[in-house]
């Protein structure tokens, strides 16, 4: 049996999954597309708004004609047209000339600015006397000063928020570019486990982390393939494995705690079709025994059996590489909420392996205070417990009670 | 027309809101189930384990038997079993006696504790020396300690995260009790307003709210039902209202900017059957002509016909509302994720007013450092610039900057 050659840290571990390419692309409706990461930029083919309007009621002028303008020596002006709210111009503005126009209304051909009301005097014969200057664009909201043609409005990798949408569907795009969602093949392996329906004899214990993995797949909106559960049975397993390869981009397979398991799930791994082991043990506690591999360009991620283990290593390196798969940039640490805490009791941690503590979160005086729960990981109990964890570097011994610590929520 | 007699405080909105009774419940796989809510408690059927385990190579023994145990007064004990890994023992133990158990097997009636294989010598005649006393409990796992029967292990109002359904799978639970998912109709009014996909006259605007609110509302996983176009006719109106209390449990309306729409749209509303109005008008900013009301008992919000304005108030207001509707307990904040960080620049509020500041958030020295952006509420492209925004409260004149704000992330 091989040996465990390979335990590398965690940095090491993103290194290699930035290594893999993203998915393949597809275009899909706007309304469907919450959450979507675009494959392309968009690029505005429209003014937003499309034309100049008045912010003030008032009267369209060229701002030139009114320089110099005051009680003593109101400039004088005739007024050419009543625009009215939503109507077309029908006339251009010509030095000398106004326009009346309301809040909001469209801002006729030449003129640049709007004197507000106050400052005018209608006189006899439609001209109107201005009483103040008013600089170019003064009461204006110009034509493209939300969006103008030719802009980029969103860049690739942009995952897709609701006002995202909303500025898409001012601009008339129905369609957008996106990254695949990924594919996640999830397969338990061991004689032990048997189906959550079935009631376990003594020694066997239920699926668990085909459940756990599952909801986790989905808490990044990628989605979850559950493969039947596989004895331990070298060429079942191997047979399981090639199936998933091809009807998922991503593996998933969880089991073999103990270490003659372990070595023969690596065993069929480096078996497969154009297989690569890169790595199998991560300087991490808990998920130390985690096999990381690839089949025919395909990602393996070999899952300790323990769920809590399972759990918390398909948190910190599965979702954050399927997020990058699907086309953002690769983030190097836990996907979801991160809150500061003070953490309530000191945690200590071995030198050279970087710890997930979880923790159970209090608000204490305004402050939320994180206290750690400690217990033998193949309690699930603990992690249902739990509100999130905190990372201890890999190169630190611990962390003293009433430091400030980050913790991501579950 | 009925004039704006109802400016309530946003708190007033929210008491409004907790007076709405919850969803009614369902039944879902357990697979089916992440994120949503339950309805009942969850009572364990099963011990967990199911059997005490030993955690380390040792001797099964009764814990008195090794009372005072030491190198120079070892206790003596018969040997009656070698128990295998996964094995149900054959004998149990009585005084005097013990099994050979390894790490993991299954502890046999009788022994209550287990000595390291280090603390024992072999004799011949099957007999053992312990040279060390063990308290009861010593190195077993005991039955039931991770969860017992009869044990609440999950409250009603919970919302499912992945190490909840592993759990449950790992109790054998495969249906859970739940509440149903809010059903949101989505109505946009206005004459001036579009079909996204139609290219807009000049003073026609694109349907922007139907797929902002709509991408809204998913992210909470409530389920939006989007209606057509309504034109500025009451009668229309009034019956698009109709057939949404029909076929949703939430409806939400958006238009009427100018002050006469917005009556027209109050007027509406009051006349449905069996109608109420809460308020039409929130102390906030943007967002005052919001109309909160019911009929037949579905809440209607009548939200701003401005895209910017309508977004913000459905993230303060709506989101909450749809996760309490879902058994939650109601937050009296915006749902999604928040951060702190320091305010780049002054932000001034009117007093009277909640008011809620965009911001682009950018890292700096290791810290978050929100500068608001400033821009006119019809401007979609602030908004999709925007990371999130903070709340200056309704008491307070304005936020130096310098002072931290908590950001709610869009």
Redesign the interface.
């Known amino acids: 049996m091989p040996e465990f050659l390979k335990v590398a840290a965690p940095q090491q571990i993103f290194d290699i999954l930035s290594g893999f390419s993203r998915l393949a692309v597809e275009q899909v409706d706007?309304?469907h597309s919450?959450g979507r990461v675009l494959s392309l930029d968009v690029i505005s083919k429209e003014d937003?708004p499309?034309?100049a309007r008045s912010?003030m009621d008032g009267y369209a002028v060229r701002a030139k004609d009114t320089f110099g303008a005051s009680d003593a020596v109101p400039a004088l002006l005739e007024v050419v047209e009543q625009i009215a709210m939503?109507?077309?111009p029908k006339k251009s503005i010509s030095p000398g000339q106004a326009a009346e126009i309301p809040t909001g209304g469209?801002l006729p051909e030449g003129a640049d600015a709007v004197v507000m009301v106050e400052y005018t005097n209608p006189l006899p014969g439609g001209e109107i006397e201005v009483t103040k200057p008013v600089t170019k664009g003064e009461n204006v909201?110009d034509r493209a000063?939300?969006?103008a043609a030719g802009e980029k409005?969103?860049l690739a990798g942009k995952r897709?928020?609701?006002?995202?949408?909303?500025?898409?569907?001012?601009?008339?795009i129905?369609k957008v570019d996106v990254y695949k969602k990924p594919k996640v093949a999830i397969i338990s392996t061991g004689d032990?486990i048997v189906p959550?329906?079935?009631?376990?004899s003594?020694?066997q214990?239920?699926?668990?982390?085909?459940?756990?993995?599952?909801?986790?797949v989905?808490?990044v909106s990628a989605l979850a393939i559950?493969l039947d559960i596989v004895r331990d049975e070298p060429a079942l397993l191997r047979a399981a494995l090639k199936n998933a390869a091809e009807v998922a981009d991503v593996i998933v397979v969880s089991g073999g705690s103990s270490i003659g398991k372990r070595d023969y799930i690596v065993e069929v791994v480096s078996n497969l079709p154009e297989a690569k082991i890169y790595v199998h043990g991560i300087a991490i506690s808990p998920g130390k025994p985690t096999l990381l591999a690839q089949t025919q360009g395909k990602p393996v991620f070999g899952l300790p059996g323990h769920?809590v283990s399972a759990?918390i290593v398909a948190q910190v390196f599965l979702l954050p590489f399927l997020r990058y798969l699907e086309g953002e940039e690769l983030k190097r640490e836990p996907t979801g909420?991160?809150?500061?805490a003070v953490l309530a009791t000191s945690a200590h941690s071995s030198h050279g392996r970087e710890e997930y503590i979880r923790v159970k979160l209090e608000k204490e005086q305004g402050r939320l205070v994180a206290y750690p729960i400690f217990g033998?990981s193949?309690?699930?109990?603990t992690?249902?417990k739990?509100d999130g964890f905190f990372i201890i570097p890999i190169h630190t011994e611990g962390i003293a009670a009433g430091e400030a610590v980050e913790v991501y929520l579950?």
């Not at 897709?160 to 008339?172: C, F, T, V």
């Not at 239920?206 to 459940?211: A, C, E, H, K, V």
């Not at 909420?337 to 500061?340: A, G, K, T």
């Not at 193949?378 to 109990?381: A, E, K, T």
Request: glycine fraction near 8%; charged fraction near 15%; include cysteine.
């Open positions: 706007l309304e919450l937003l499309a034309w912010t939503g109507a077309i469209f909201l000063c939300d969006i409005v969103l897709l928020r609701p006002q995202d949408i909303g500025m898409l569907a001012g601009l008339g129905t032990e959550v329906k079935q009631t376990p003594l020694g214990i239920r699926d668990i982390n085909s459940y756990a993995i599952r909801a986790l989905e808490t559950t769920p759990t909420q991160r809150v500061s033998k193949g309690m699930m109990s992690l249902a739990a579950f």
